[in-house]
């Protein structure tokens, strides 16, 4: 099964530190730069991430609520959108959609699916409880930017039985749908985040998104709102912070940052844009001490065998390259591309079959529907190769005169 997710943010990491004994104060919000940014040219307004379009109203109206008659209010919602298979939801976590958008084409990560559930439930009058579940850290990159994947499910005010689609646990009072197998949730902590955190999650997810394509604009503004939803959710300003210095504008950067690493001093994706926005401005020697900060916290970088493996590649050294590539697997067997390049680096060798095992392997971690069409063509075209060269092998040698 894959894993439902969502991007948390451009050099983020998706978790609030503990309460103290008294509890902090929120950061502060006198970070932003408006002038330097053209108006968004979408409407923005956390509220929206929550609203039931028609068509889903007409659904709550029918085929929920005969579901509801027939086995009680949270069971009936719960058979409804995904025990009966009505919807055929699908995992996509290429973009991040509002409950409504999820509903309409049937796919979404799970922060969509969470807001699509808690949309329904609040439409029913039925209270819901949203969590943030701690997992094993796991980074991606797209466009020069790595990005920190979280997990969030939901809670619903008498366990289920014969859910097949998600997992469903909990106590008779409280009971939390999950879309990541059952071992990997019991095995891992969740704390319970409020509904102004989930909508800021949301808005920094967009905000990551316009980033990864270009829209500096539109990502700005954004990353503004989560930040003003729940300034406590500290990946916004991180986020911010990639923008500022996209844009040209390190002293913001700084200011954001330096906020962050006040309330989470050893916050690595904090400490890894400090380092780029000193060595930016010529700051070098505070540079290397944030760096000597950060190489103590993180010996070895993400994606950095990954990348050496990628050069060996173009020299022709697929050998040393796939001792690389199997580095990077070994501590992030999740990322779709590292099986790819693996792939490649065995076809280089001539290892035909282990180069259709790696396909196979990125197309059963793949998130988005592109990808999975994409690694789906690459493993039918090494299936055929396959098969080709066991054709051969089976037909007998012919010379002249037979």
Not at 307 to 314: Q, R, S, Y
Not at 337 to 366: C, K, P, Q
Request: charged share 25%; glycine share 6%; with cysteine.
């Amino acid at each position: 099964m894959n894993k439902f997710r969502i991007v948390c943010a451009a050099l983020v990491l998706a978790c609030l530190g503990g309460c103290a004994v008294e509890p902090m104060k929120p950061p502060s919000t006198d970070v932003f730069r408006d002038a330097a940014f053209k108006p968004p040219s979408v409407v923005i307004d956390p509220q929206q991430a929550l609203e039931l379009s028609p068509a889903m109203r007409r659904f709550a109206e029918t085929e929920m609520a005969s579901e509801i008659r027939l086995k009680g209010l949270r069971d009936g919602l719960i058979d409804a959108l995904y025990t009966k298979g009505r919807l055929k939801l699908d995992y996509d976590s290429e973009i991040t959609r509002t409950a409504a958008e999820a509903f309409d084409v049937k796919r979404g990560n799970c922060m969509s699916l969470v807001l699509m559930t808690a949309a329904f439930a609040r439409h029913l009058n039925m209270p819901v409880r949203f969590n943030s579940v701690y997992l094993e850290e796991s980074w991606t990159r797209a466009n020069g930017i790595f990005f920190v994947a979280g997990h969030v499910n939901i809670s619903l005010a008498r366990p289920l039985a014969g859910a097949s689609r998600m997992t469903v646990f909990g106590d008779p009072e409280l009971l939390t749908i999950d879309f990541l197998p059952p071992e990997q949730i019991r095995r891992n902590r969740s704390r319970v985040v409020d509904e102004s955190t989930i909508l800021a999650m949301f808005l920094n997810n967009r905000a990551a998104e316009a980033l990864t394509a270009g829209q500096l604009d539109d990502a700005y503004w954004w990353s503004r709102a989560a930040i003003q939803t729940d300034s406590r959710w500290l990946a916004s300003y991180n986020t911010l912070s990639v923008l500022y210095r996209r844009k040209g504008l390190p002293d913001a950067a700084e200011q954001t940052l330096r906020l962050v690493l006040e309330r989470e001093p050893a916050n690595l994706q904090a400490i890894s844009n400090l380092v780029l926005v000193l060595s930016d401005v010529g700051r070098h020697a505070e540079a290397n001490v944030y760096s000597n900060q950060l190489a103590q916290l993180q010996p070895v970088p993400p994606y950095k065998f990954f990348d050496e493996g990628v050069a060996a590649m173009k020299v022709g050294e697929f050998a040393q390259a796939r001792q690389l590539f199997r580095k990077e697997v070994a501590r992030a067997a999740y990322v779709p591309e590292f099986h790819f390049w693996l792939a490649l680096a065995n076809y280089g060798l001539g290892d035909v079959s282990a180069a259709r095992g790696e396909i196979a392997m990125a197309l059963e971690n793949s998130a988005t529907t592109r990808d999975r069409e994409m690694y789906g063509a690459k493993l039918a075209w090494l299936n055929e190769q396959q098969r080709e060269m066991r054709e051969q092998r089976r037909s007998p040698l012919r010379g002249p005169g037979t």
